[in-house]
């Protein structure tokens, strides 16, 4: 989905650190790990009690449908799903398929419950800050094309409709422009689960990009780990270790993805109340819910609201969300309730 290679969960790593699993007797086969590329990213599937025979055809069918859900989302593919419902100037009801209309309409609750700041309608804004599949620009955007680019967002102008068990997107806007790159992810990863489940398989970590979703145990018998590790390039070290106990777990990062123009660093996340990249001190925003499509969403509406607004609303909401953000060139965080019920005794923090 994304055009540069990402490393492995930025910010959401597998835990294999010995404090992770106390030594327990095996129970059946030894885990399995299956490992590729989609998205732009990387994605991971981690099995206990799985036939080793089964490894070819799994990593085939994980595959096949990562290539599916990237069909239907991808925004740097000119003939996905979305790209054509992007390319289409008119306005009659689009059919989509019931995953796309689920994604969208998740996506407009949380941007509602954001007051926008999760905003799927974004593209032209990221687009013209050189994180579509345009290109960079060479010097700041200026007021006139920012005005403009917003000008052509909006979460009231795109709609789901379900009539006689079809669904279908519209929109009022003809240049609208649909991105649905942030929540992607946390797609992929939810119907990893759903493909694992279809197997017959109860034990399992799956995982695209920085979202995650674990069930049942590891091969050692111990509830799977998720690592949060520390905001810096250069440091391998781990904040917090949670145990999802079932749920979906995803991570956004304001400067892993970036580049300099003007002197600035330019993030990929963008204030559609603005229209500027994301400029204040809130390092990375890691939810925890139900599903890791839900998780994937707040986590960038909480990034865009920054760290004040984005504590506000979750204690407001309720919503499990551990932050790391910079203070006086030092790095601070803080979590909420519900998140600090997810970590694990083994955590690090
Ligand atoms: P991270 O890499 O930090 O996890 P994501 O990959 O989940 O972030 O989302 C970043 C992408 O989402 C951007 O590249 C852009 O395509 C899109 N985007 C940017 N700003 C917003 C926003 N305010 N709301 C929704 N999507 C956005
Ligand atoms: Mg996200």
Same mark, same amino acid.
């Given at each position: 989905?994304?055009?540069?290679?990402?490393?492995?969960?930025?910010?959401?790593? &597998?835990? /294999?650190?010995?404090?992770?699993? =106390?030594? *327990? %007797?095996? $129970?059946? #086969? !030894?885990?399995?790990?299956?490992?590729?590329?989609?998205?732009?990213?990387?994605?991971?599937?981690?099995?206990?009690?799985?036939?080793?025979?089964?490894?070819?055809?799994?990593?085939?069918?994980?595959?096949?449908?990562?290539?599916?859900?990237?069909?239907?989302?991808?925004?740097?593919?000119?003939?996905?799903?979305?790209?054509?419902?992007?390319?289409?100037?008119?306005?009659?009801?689009?059919?989509?398929?019931?995953?796309?209309?689920?994604?969208?309409?998740?996506?407009?609750?949380?941007?509602?419950?954001?007051?926008?700041?999760?905003?799927?309608?974004?593209?032209?804004? &990221?687009? /013209?800050?050189?994180?579509?599949? =345009?290109? *960079? %620009?060479? $010097?700041? #955007? !200026?007021?006139?094309?920012?005005?403009?680019?917003?000008?052509?967002?909006?979460?009231?102008?795109?709609?789901?409709?379900?009539?006689?068990?079809?669904?279908?997107?519209?929109?009022?806007?003809?240049?609208?422009?649909?991105?649905?790159?942030?929540?992607?992810?946390?797609?992929?990863?939810?119907?990893?689960?759903?493909?694992?489940?279809?197997?017959?398989?109860?034990?399992?970590?799956?995982?695209?990009?920085?979202?995650?979703?674990?069930?049942?145990?590891?091969?050692?018998?111990?509830?799977?780990?998720?690592?949060?590790?520390?905001?810096?390039?250069?440091?391998?070290? &781990?904040?917090?270790?949670?145990?999802?106990?079932?749920?979906?777990?995803?991570?956004?990062?304001?400067?892993?993805?970036?580049?300099?123009?003007?002197?600035?660093?330019?993030?990929?996340?963008?204030?559609?109340?603005?229209?500027?990249?994301?400029?204040?001190?809130?390092?990375?925003?890691?939810?925890?819910?139900?599903?890791?499509?839900?998780?994937?969403?707040?986590?960038?509406?909480?990034?865009?609201?920054?760290?004040?607004?984005?504590?506000?609303?979750?204690?407001?909401?309720?919503?499990?969300?551990?932050?790391?953000?910079?203070?006086?060139?030092?790095?601070?965080?803080?979590?909420?309730?519900?998140?600090?019920?997810?970590?694990?005794?083994?955590?690090?923090?």
């Amino acid at each position: 989905m994304k055009s540069k290679w990402r490393c492995f969960s930025s910010f959401i790593v &597998v835990c /294999l650190l010995a404090t992770c699993d =106390a030594p *327990q %007797p095996s $129970k059946g #086969p !030894d885990g399995m790990m299956l490992e590729g590329r989609t998205m732009g990213t990387f994605w991971r599937v981690s099995l206990a009690g799985v036939a080793p025979e089964r490894r070819a055809a799994l990593q085939k069918a994980v595959q096949q449908q990562l290539d599916n859900d990237d069909h239907e989302l991808s925004t740097w593919k000119n003939d996905s799903v979305l790209s054509r419902f992007n390319q289409y100037r008119g306005s009659d009801p689009q059919p989509v398929s019931n995953n796309m209309a689920d994604i969208v309409t998740l996506s407009l609750r949380i941007g509602q419950q954001t007051q926008g700041a999760m905003d799927i309608t974004v593209g032209p804004l &990221v687009n /013209l800050w050189g994180f579509g599949p =345009a290109k *960079q %620009p060479v $010097k700041t #955007p !200026d007021v006139q094309q920012i005005a403009a680019a917003r000008a052509l967002t909006g979460l009231q102008h795109l709609q789901v409709i379900n009539r006689a068990g079809q669904a279908y997107l519209q929109k009022d806007l003809p240049a609208l422009y649909v991105d649905l790159s942030t929540v992607g992810e946390g797609f992929a990863t939810d119907n990893l689960a759903r493909l694992m489940e279809r197997e017959g398989i109860n034990n399992y970590l799956v995982s695209v990009g920085g979202a995650v979703l674990t069930h049942g145990e590891n091969a050692q018998g111990n509830a799977w780990q998720v690592a949060i590790q520390k905001p810096t390039d250069k440091e391998n070290a &781990v904040q917090a270790i949670v145990d999802l106990q079932g749920h979906g777990i995803s991570t956004s990062g304001s400067y892993r993805n970036y580049y300099e123009l003007d002197g600035k660093r330019i993030s990929h996340v963008i204030d559609p109340a603005t229209g500027q990249s994301i400029q204040h001190k809130l390092v990375s925003v890691t939810v925890i819910a139900t599903t890791a499509l839900e998780a994937d969403g707040w986590d960038t509406g909480l990034m865009v609201l920054g760290t004040e607004r984005a504590k506000a609303l979750a204690l407001r909401n309720k919503l499990a969300v551990y932050l790391i953000y910079k203070q006086k060139e030092r790095f601070e965080s803080w979590m909420s309730p519900q998140f600090a019920a997810f970590l694990s005794p083994s955590s690090a923090h």
